[in-house]
């Protein structure tokens, strides 16, 4: 492994844990391909000229094109889900552990389609492909900055509709996704309830994000909003980039998608350095603080200040359908729901599932919840996602 | 009531919640005293001299002086811990709902302490007395700002012994306190151990500052820290304050105290102003993120930037007894020790207290556990302490 390789992978365990990097079992290796759209309009009612995504594919769509499962990305991941680009990669996509031959998402069997979602937040990593305030507005040349329209999760699951469409989808097997990818999943039932057999949101938001999410999320564009390099989102000409504000972005996110256990494991009370006591100077700290802080610092390069803060804008605006209630807008939705929270995860609490869980079988839904074990946090839903994988194999057989 | 006082209560309804503002009960009103010694040596070997703490005292020290009990301050709080200092106050003291003639903490047969920390967050509060890197230096005539020594939880609790010895007081019949309170706490019956004979960690740390907690605590400091008018910690004679760090970092501390229940039923999903929809403009927000914000520019006026840095690092330094180990830390202890955790808590984890009185069981001492139940987050150890009243009634009679 080259010191580069090892520094993503460091830099991955932080973010994403440890996950088996011996695991990859994709016949081949996987490509980022590109989808492009000439004109979309957003929920908003504003048009983004030129919309382009990124999309994978695992396995093969059939003749009926009814074997399709649907995979939505989290806040700060990518449609790279399952398989490697090259031998030589560090680690293979997030979710590799239940994608591939035989596995829960079984390539052999489903075509499994992942996408970048619009102002993805890797704007300026190479295997991303996206649309946002980083893009050359047609209109000017220039980068649409905070000029780019506010979009919402219902925006994302709109555009991968046109993407199944281009791929010749007919329905979906199951809609599946992490975190923010939950969002899309229980929106894809509401929007396109005819298209969806089964919707599996993991470590799920529920179906709207509540009083305390959306302050949470406002705390996570905080560090951002107050860097003076933001300068009002007009930074793409700049020498200077809001990258220290990004960096303590990062930083609460990552926090927050952890728990005790994780963190006592992986750096105790250890001090970053031996022999400097954080009681003796102010330079001295803590293995934890020095841990994610260089964490962040690699991963901001990567990332983009505005898409992150519209990311956060999307993730508060989130209720099921854009309706005036959650129980309006689960109304449509005729998919077969298996809801997956994490026990230990304190951003996205096992109760939003359990409430979601409880309305949709209220009103007649078929609606299932199992948790995946562990003391990681959040994060479990991505690290730890193939302890419940033969309950999601079994869910697709029902 | 005056519009003054309209805002005040508002930024404490935030704050703490709304705490039964007609139980004031103690008879007469309360004052603020002073604590002084003319030299103390810290945790870390350094002096600070001339150091002055604020205090109250509620009841009558009794002639043998075992009567009394001692209250430690959480985080953002200070020794207004029950009483008004005058008729029109908004609010009386914090826990006045448990403290008075009657109450749990009886004025009529306890004696009650409360001191302002070391250090304390409301520097510039008038009704604070505080020693810190925001008093004046004896050697230099100037601000100590960070050149202040970095104290612990320990020196606040040696502070606190040196008050108790000077007001008479031989036996402790109960030390108590919230939140960071409660880390005094502990430290008071390991450090003093045949002075204290109860312990009542309130919404507990538990026994160390974990990992989790560490970089929680710098989460919280990292705006203070990337605020340029911070300047090293160097503005107490500059025009621009880091005040834009400092409340965006009371942020933090008010959404990590808080949880969903209570931020469904205060703000819901409300925009902050009718007719204007976060999905339209970015100047557009949520009544949430506009009334944390609000709340957090009136509290940043009283409270000190670099005051707030310290308290971070004195919690994160905390491990009981300053020792290799908690089993080792908690072996002096020889009090009761009833924790009280908040059901609902998302900060300090239930899971902490239960670590703890497990291990003090271990090691033979009583130990017990009770919950406070409610939906309001961490600070329910402050709004609803009431509802433990008589557990903590029947605790100090055993």
Request: glycine residues 10%; neutral net charge.
């Amino acid at each position: 492994m080259t010191p580069i390789q090892k520094v993503i992978r460091f830099i991955f365990s932080i973010f994403f844990g440890s996950i088996g990097l011996q695991c990859f079992a994709l016949d081949g290796l996987v490509q980022k391909q590109t989808f492009e759209m000439p004109s979309y309009q957003t929920i908003g009612g504003k048009t983004i000229k030129n919309l382009k995504v990124g999309f994978e594919t695992y396995g093969t769509l059939n003749a009926k094109g009814d074997n399709a499962i649907m995979v939505c990305h989290f806040f700060s991941g990518n449609s790279h889900a399952a398989g490697k680009y090259k031998d030589s990669d560090a680690a293979p996509g997030y979710w590799d552990s239940i994608i591939g031959p035989g596995k829960p998402y079984d390539t052999e069997k489903y075509f499994i389609i992942a996408s970048d979602s619009l102002v993805n937040l890797g704007a300026n990593d190479p295997s991303v492909v996206t649309t946002g305030p980083a893009s050359i507005n047609p209109d000017t040349g220039k980068p649409y900055a905070m000029s780019f329209p506010i979009v919402t999760i219902q925006d994302f699951v709109r555009v991968q509709k046109a993407l199944a469409d281009k791929l010749g989808v007919k329905k979906l097997a199951a809609v599946t996704g992490a975190s923010m990818g939950s969002l899309q999943t229980v929106e894809w039932a509401a929007m396109f309830p005819d298209m969806v057999e089964r919707i599996i949101p993991v470590i799920p938001g529920g179906l709207e994000a509540g009083a305390f999410l959306i302050e949470e999320a406002q705390i996570w564009a905080n560090p951002i909003l107050s860097d003076p390099n933001w300068n009002g989102g007009n930074y793409y000409d700049k020498a200077d980039k809001p990258l220290k504000g990004l960096q303590q972005s990062l930083q609460v996110v990552t926090i927050n998608s952890r728990n005790p256990g994780w963190s006592e494991r992986t750096f105790s009370r250890n001090w970053s350095v031996a022999g400097k006591n954080p009681l003796d100077d102010w330079q001295n700290t803590f293995a934890i603080v020095e841990g994610i802080e260089r964490a962040s610092v690699a991963r901001a390069k990567i990332a983009d200040a505005n898409h992150f803060l519209y990311l956060v804008r999307a993730n508060q605006l989130f209720r099921v359908g854009n309706a005036n209630s959650v129980e309006e807008g689960i109304k449509p939705i005729k998919a077969k729901a298996l809801f997956i929270p994490a026990s230990s995860d304190q951003l996205l609490l096992p109760e939003y599932s359990k409430r979601a869980v409880a309305l949709l079988k209220k009103q007649g839904n078929a609606a299932e919840y199992v948790e995946i074990p562990g003391d990681g946090g959040h994060i479990d839903g991505i690290t730890d996602i193939a302890k419940v994988g033969e309950q999601i194999k079994a869910f697709l057989n029902r």
